[in-house]
């Protein structure tokens, strides 16, 4: 299995930046995506950003224009290691949620794509 170290979560201000970072503990045979999620109790997880390992790049509308997803799936021998970064600006109460991060792909050569989830960090945006 996978685990993944999520960090960068916290409390700030409206307006203010954050930036979430998640790293794989193990490599992939092979990635497809890597996207951001995120809940707020009492509602369905929804999409936040996607990126693909062409560079590719989709954001949701309530995001769009103020967070910019990056990351890289180094290859080390034969698998590709995950990081997946989530630069947040001009944040706004709305934004506040638990984000997961997530991994797209293959574990194994001969296991079917799947997704792969983080535990989750928290955000806060509140004056």
């Known amino acids: 299995q996978v685990q993944f170290v999520e960090s960068g979560g916290g409390w700030v201000q409206p307006g203010e930046s954050l930036t979430l970072s998640c790293v794989a503990s193990?490599?992939?045979?092979?990635?497809?995506?890597m996207a951001w999620y995120r809940q707020v109790p009492g509602k369905q997880r929804e999409f936040v950003a996607l990126?693909?390992?062409?560079?590719?790049?989709?954001?949701?509308?309530?995001?769009k224009d103020r967070f910019i997803i990056s990351g890289d799936d180094a290859i080390a021998g034969h698998a590709a290691y995950a990081t997946v970064v989530l630069q947040m600006n001009s944040l706004k109460p709305e934004d506040t949620a638990v984000y997961y991060c997530n991994v797209e792909g293959w574990i194994e050569e001969s296991a079917g794509r799947k997704k792969y989830w983080g535990k989750g960090t928290v955000v806060t945006v509140s004056s």
């Open positions: 990126m693909d390992t062409l560079g590719f790049t989709n954001y949701s509308e309530s995001v």
């Open positions: 193990r490599g992939f045979f092979g990635i497809a995506t």
